[in-house]
């Protein structure tokens, strides 16, 4: 393991494992979960679509979110105009109903699609921890290559499982090309 000599255990971050291919990152991923380690991240240039099920993370939240703020928009719309064309100005004109429906269509589309739209955006940022100005990954010398042509996984101190010695020899098992300890 590189990078490990001079880095005092309470500094370090997790240890970080480079791989040649998505298939060989993918494969990692399976043995860390099979191994029993839980805080396991991946990080891939393009998405992997078998990453998410290696690495057994949960499905995600944010569809239904999406659906509340769009019952939530329906009624916020419906609500609206039914408040003030019935409650507060009524008025018949041509001996229409005061609450006639159709009339309130267009405005109550565009605010279920803003509301999901908006609640969807919030709750990206809120799953992704975003924004994210600083993590402690971007001290590995080669993680800028994550974007370009790296693959890389990540086990964290943090985690219940994790030994220092144990978790290095773990993951140079796996053949990456280079195994890091990531400092805070």
């Known amino acids: 393991m590189t990078g490990t000599a001079t880095t005092e255990f309470r500094d370090v ?18 043995a860390a979960r099979a191994a029993g380690y839980q805080k396991v991240e991946a990080y891939a240039p393009f998405p992997v679509e078998e990453l998410p099920e290696a690495l057994d993370l949960p499905p995600s939240r944010i569809p239904c979110i999406m659906l509340a703020g769009a019952f939530a928009g329906c009624a916020t719309g419906l609500g609206m105009q039914y408040y003030a064309s019935f409650v507060t100005y009524p008025m018949n004109v041509g001996g229409r109903p005061l609450d006639s429906w159709p009339a309130f269509i267009p405005p109550t ?21 975003l924004p994210a100005i600083y993590h402690p990954v971007f001290n590995h010398p080669d993680f800028r290559r994550a974007s370009r042509d790296g693959f890389f996984l990540c086990i964290e101190c943090a ?21 890091r300890a990531v400092e805070k």
């Open 109 to 129: 589309v565009a605010l279920t699609i803003l509301f999901a739209v908006v609640s969807g955006l919030v709750a990206l940022f809120f799953s992704l921890h």
């Open 159 to 179: 985690d219940r499982r994790f030994d220092a010695e144990e978790t290095a020899s773990f993951l140079e098992t796996l053949a990456p090309l280079s195994v």
């Open 13 to 30: 971050y997790g240890l970080i494992a480079e791989f040649p291919s998505a298939a060989a990152l993918v494969a990692a991923a399976r």
